[in-house]
T-cell receptor
């Protein structure tokens, strides 16, 4: 079993829709949870960072962590074509950072 | 503010040729530096990391090596490239205290033919 599992997609939704991206993880020692956004042929950029269960909101983005289920989510409200990118979850624990494989998202105008 | 520069953006090299990719960070001192490789559908694989000048840790055995000749300079090298070295290479840095927040360069797409 992989330490971090992420549905690779691709995922296509119409502009304005709510997007839900998810990852599961296996190690309960994982402490910090991040989402990176990566545009085509660019390096990933840190989008959201959290270390506790619950929700963290930043503009149209909400990161949700459920440690009891080992499940993390990223919600994008009022999705825009500029949100089209690959989204990678990343989880830190035991001095190790583990990335998901990324979900490719396309917002259709 | 901190910035990270990585070049070149694209590189096409023949099998057996040498490689040198360079990365520099500005606006911070004593950063942790990292080289990752990203393959389609396989996520980000950590290749090397460095916590200081001359200090290199390798995560996986491979045909590549890394060096850190200056505090904010990180170099990825190979003496003889293999076809399997093709991929998207990313340099990243983090604050000295933690790995949990990484800041990436723009990447180098390497094609070995």
């Amino acid at each position: 079993q992989k330490e971090v599992e992420q549905d690779p997609g691709p995922l296509s939704v119409p502009e304005g829709a709510i997007v839900s991206l998810n990852c599961t993880y296996s190690n309960s020692a994982f402490q910090y949870f991040m989402w990176y956004r990566q545009y085509s042929r660019k390096g990933p950029e840190l989008l959201m960072y959290t270390y506790s269960s619950g929700n963290k909101e930043d503009g149209r983005f909400t990161a949700q962590v459920d440690k009891s289920s080992k499940y993390i989510s990223l919600f994008i409200r009022d999705s825009q074509p500029s949100d089209s990118a690959t989204y990678l979850c990343a989880i830190f624990g035991n001095e190790k950072l583990t990335f998901g494989t990324g979900t490719r998202l396309t917002i259709i105008p | 503010s901190q910035t990270i520069h990585q070049w070149p953006a694209t590189l096409v090299q023949p099998v057996g040729s040498p490689l040198s990719l360079e990365c520099t960070v500005e606006g911070t001192s004593n950063p942790n530096l990292y080289w990752y490789r990203q393959a389609a559908g396989r996520g980000l694989q950590l290749l090397f990391y460095s916590v200081g000048i001359g200090q290199i840790s390798s995560e996986v055995p491979q045909n590549l090596s890394a060096s850190r000749p200056q505090d904010r300079q990180f170099i990825l090298s190979s003496k003889k490239l293999l076809l399997s070295d093709s991929g998207f290479y990313l340099c990243a840095w983090s604050w000295g205290q933690g790995l949990e927040k990484l800041f990436f360069g723009s990447g180098t797409q390497l094609s070995v033919l």
